[in-house]
């Protein structure tokens, strides 16, 4: 790692020098400015600008917007980081392969960043230019939305909770952890504080809705098999959230749903095995980590695309610069 640093500085002071040099050899021959000899002179010089920033964004340090609350309040839409991108090895280039990996892993709480399983891949010219666009602007320009114009999330920021030969299952949004080489769960509120951990992941959700959630799932579960005939039971529980728009809990709602399905059609083999996954739990294998967010009740992580290769964790969130009254260091958090 040393080495590969002191080829990036190597690389920088010699591009220093050669412009002194230059400017000197100018300045030896001065000849009478010009407008396009003033702007080619700027250009050169904000371009050398932004190399050196996307270069430092690259393998040193990455200045990251907050997209979504996932992780509030820990970190709140809009706040900026940065985020150190040694942490678990540097990468040659975005996406790409990792060097300087040995005995650099993520442990448990680290809030890190990684590629979002769900991104859609637009190519590799386009990665290129909304990451040289973003990093030559310090955040300031996005060109890569979503079809709604929202920020598309290439890179998604959680807290690292589930990691190998662990089993992690949610009852009404509550997370249980089975530990690896243990046959029980245990509530995670425990967990974090016989480990002590972070007590930041926290709920929003009241205990009393999850009546009305489960319901609702099923019911929808009814209407996707095109059943119109329901348990009575299902429709009074449903009308204590019938005046909500959407669920509280998207998980609990969707683990109901396929429930039903897969109860309904035993048959169905793909079904079962997603039903499986909602009453028994998620299974991290060796070298993954199941990231969550805090802000459990809002947040779409590693429930909806499970655990993810920490080989795709591209870094850990260190510091907190923006806004100014909210600076703090996360390393520890």
């Known amino acids: 790692m040393e080495k590969f640093m002191a080829m990036i500085v190597g690389w920088t002071e ?9 400017k000197a050899y100018e300045e030896a021959h001065k000849a009478p400015k010009t407008f396009v000899g003033e702007l080619l002179g700027w250009i050169d010089a ?5 190399v050196v920033v996307i270069l430092i964004n690259q393998y040193l340090f ?17 706040d900026r980081v940065f985020v150190g991108k040694n942490s678990y090895g540097t990468e040659l280039y975005s996406a790409g392969k990792k060097i300087f990996t040995s005995n650099r ?13 769900e991104y859609p891949n637009k190519g590799v010219f386009f990665n290129v230019l909304s990451q040289f666009i973003y990093s030559g602007t310090f955040t300031l320009v996005n060109i890569d939305k979503n079809e709604d114009g929202s920020p598309a999330e290439r890179l998604l920021v959680k807290r690292a909770v589930g990691f190998p030969e662990e089993v992690v299952r949610f009852n009404e949004g ?6 690896s080489g243990s046959t029980s769960f245990v509530p995670e509120s425990g967990f974090r504080s ?11 959700v009241d205990s009393e809705e999850y009546d009305g959630i489960k319901a609702w799932g099923s019911l929808y579960g009814y209407q996707d098999l095109g059943i119109t005939t329901v348990p009575e039971h299902l429709t009074k529980a449903y009308s204590s959230v019938s005046n909500k728009n959407y669920p509280e809990d998207m998980y609990q709602f969707e683990t109901s749903r396929t429930l039903t399905k897969a109860l309904y059609d035993p048959s169905d083999f793909s079904l079962r095995s997603k039903a499986r996954v909602y009453r028994e739990g998620i299974y991290i294998g060796k070298g993954q980590v199941l990231p969550l967010g805090d802000n459990r009740d809002n947040s779409r992580d590693g429930r909806y695309f499970g655990p993810v290769w920490q080989k795709n964790v591209n870094g850990r969130v260190l510091f907190r610069f923006w806004p ?10």
């Not at 917007?65 to 970190?75: A, E, G, K, Q, Y």
């Not at 100014?324 to 958090?333: D, M, S, T, W």
């Open 14 to 22: 010699a591009r220093l020098t050669h412009r002194k040099a230059l």
């Open 46 to 50: 904000l371009l050398f600008a932004i």
């Open 62 to 78: 990455q200045l990251f917007v907050i997209p979504s609350p996932s992780m509030v309040h820990t970190l709140e839409v809009k």
């Open 105 to 117: 892993l993520v442990h448990r709480d680290n809030i890190i960043t990684f590629y979002n399983p």
């Open 174 to 179: 509550n997370v249980l952890i089975r530990p």
């Open 194 to 204: 016989d480990c002590d951990l972070s007590t930041a992941p926290h709920r929003s």
């Open 324 to 333: 100014l009254k909210r600076i703090a260091y996360l390393g520890n958090k």
